[in-house]
């Protein structure tokens, strides 16, 4: 592959995979969390522990093969291949990095109370994407909690959102503090949800991907697409994006701030060390 897109969930990621789709959609294929990579790793289980002897090269070599048949094409424009990764698949971005080592990769994020408020600004938090996993969490969710010194049934959905959140941008900074892979900080960059269109354009594209400066006509079609609502469908799409940061932080409450504090604050500053380097 090209490239690939991990990131936090509700950060701008959609926004990320449209504009690799749009700025030369001859050349460019872009899989936006399509369901054959997460089912490879599901099949192995976490980190390949399903695998024979928990061993991950298994996995790595499954996800590859699934990545190699999706790559396929008969059609000789077809130049780049982009991968857009489901957020909980950045909890396995050790599987990726050995079946794709050198493949480069972004991991996008947000503001810690920003992210959470987009999950659970609704009358039923306890439906949310980042609270339902709590009636069977993960193992870095369980691990992540039990280090407090309570119990995964002992959190508040608040809590529990920001847990879910932070094994997903541990994992991520995990892989981009790896002592073990001196290439970790060459392949792997953490974008900021505030900066992600500067970056892209500056930056992941041409540099970082390896796409070699934008052409006026390709900046032009990002630029275009970045102007609309990145999630819309039908009369969605033709809605103009609007940031809605300054209303978020607005309507966070207490317990939000302070699920994020504990759980997700030193991740995020971390991450925004990582992302201050330069490439």
Excluded at 36 to 53: D, F, Q, V, Y
Excluded at 55 to 68: E, F, K, M, T
Excluded at 142 to 167: I, M, N, P, Q, S
Aim: aromatic share 8%.
């Amino acid at each position: 592959p090209t490239g690939f897109v991990f990131h936090e969930s509700r950060c701008g990621s959609t926004l990320a995979a449209n504009a690799l789709a749009a700025f030369d959609p001859p050349s460019n294929r872009v899989y936006s969390e399509s369901a054959p990579p997460i089912a490879a790793l599901k099949h192995c289980g976490e980190n390949g522990s399903r695998c024979p002897n928990g061993d991950v090269s298994i996995a790595a070599n499954l996800l590859r093969d699934v990545v190699y048949m999706m790559g396929r094409t008969d059609d000789p424009r077809e130049r780049r291949l982009f991968f857009k990764i489901q957020s909980v698949g950045t909890r396995q971005i050790d599987v990726f990095r050995k079946a794709f080592p050198t493949t480069p990769w972004i991991f996008v994020y947000r503001d810690p109370v920003q992210v959470m408020m987009s999950h659970l600004d609704h009358v039923h938090p306890e439906r949310s994407n980042c609270v339902r996993p709590r009636a069977n969490p993960p193992t870095a969710a369980r691990e992540l909690v039990e280090g407090t010194g309570r119990k995964v049934r002992d959190l508040t959905h608040e809590e529990y959102c920001a847990v879910h959140l932070a094994t997903i941008c541990n994992a991520a900074l995990s892989a981009l503090e790896s002592t073990s892979d001196p290439t970790a900080a060459t392949h792997g960059r953490p974008v900021n949800y505030n900066d992600l269109l500067d970056e892209l354009t500056t930056r992941v594209i041409p540099r970082h991907f390896n796409v070699g400066p934008l052409t006026d006509e390709y900046r032009s079609n990002i630029l275009t697409v970045a102007t609309k609502y990145s999630k819309g469908r039908g009369e969605l799409a033709k809605q103009t994006w609007e940031g809605d940061s300054e209303r978020k932080e607005e309507r966070a409450t207490d317990s939000v701030r302070r699920a994020a504090e504990e759980f997700l604050e030193e991740t995020y500053v971390r991450l925004e060390g990582e992302a201050s380097q330069e490439y």
